[in-house]
T-cell receptor, first 111, second 114 residues
Framework: GNSVTQMEGPVTLSEEAFLTINCTYT??????LFWYVQYPGEGLQLLLK?????DKGSNKGFEATYRKETTSFHLEKGSVQVSDSAVYFC??????????FGTGTSLTVIP | ETGVTQSPTHLIKTRGQQVTLRCSSQ?????VSWYQQALGQGPQFIFQ???????GRGNFPPRFSGLQFPNYSSELNVNALELDDSALYLC?????????????FGPGTRLTVL
């Protein structure tokens, strides 16, 4: 079956710290992988995506590389800001564009 | 290009009642998916419609049903509401139903069942 496992939060970092949020997946076939972000009181927004093995998705200083050999898609950012405080969801899309989400990781960045 | 919109924003119902939630997809998007997001959890797939036909369903009972219309709007209907149906309901539209197609989410409808 299809499933996504994310590292549990909450995660609290100081401004300018390095961020890693781990995500691993189980899937049949060749899924696409996504990171979505949910700011307080708002809906899910696409942060980045990768559609095949070894692809790197990037946006707003965030990066994630699709690693088929380790079935992972870890999210990284070199220097977080207070405005990055949000809940981050890893997701996969498989046959028929049906999405499977992880449980989310809450990030709080303190000045 | 307009985004995905949902109505209403909030809704309070009592157990046993029926509810209809509405979504307006981005123009040109043939696929709409509905999700239930319980507090502190990730979205759970309810079902998907492609060109007005159901195109997949998650592990939800038949009292969850939907419709998609030619004007890119859609509905989620829930009958015989239960307390556990209290959640944020999200709709998402995508251009097509391919593996690489991004889903664009609306802001959600917060349903409270008393």
């Amino acid at each position: 079956g299809n499933s996504v496992t994310q590292m549990e939060g909450p995660v609290t970092l100081s401004e300018e710290a390095f961020l890693t949020i781990n995500c691993t997946y189980t899937a049949t076939g060749y899924p696409s992988l996504f990171w979505y972000v949910q700011y307080p009181g708002e809906g899910l927004q696409l942060l980045l995506k990768a559609t095949k093995a070894d692809d790197k998705g990037s946006n707003k200083g965030f990066e994630a590389t699709y690693r088929k050999e380790t079935t992972s898609f870890h999210l990284e950012k070199g220097s977080v800001q207070v405005s990055d405080s949000a809940v981050y969801f890893c997701a996969l899309s498989n046959t028929g564009n049906q999405f499977y989400f992880g449980t989310g990781t809450s990030l709080t960045v303190i000045p | 290009e307009t985004g995905v919109t949902q109505s209403p924003t909030h809704l309070i119902k009592t157990r046993g009642q029926q509810v209809t939630l509405r979504c307006s997809s981005q123009s040109g998007h043939n696929t709409v998916s509905w999700y239930q997001q319980a507090l502190g959890q990730g979205p759970q797939f309810i079902f998907q419609y492609y060109r007005e036909e159901e195109n997949g369903r998650g592990n939800f009972p038949p009292r969850f049903s939907g419709l998609q219309f030619p004007n890119y709007s859609s509905e989620l209907n829930v009958n015989a509401l239960e307390l556990d149906d209290s959640a944020l309901y999200l709709c998402a539209s995508s251009l097509d139903r391919g593996v690489t197609d991004t889903q664009y989410f609306g802001p959600g409808t917060r349903l409270t069942v008393l």
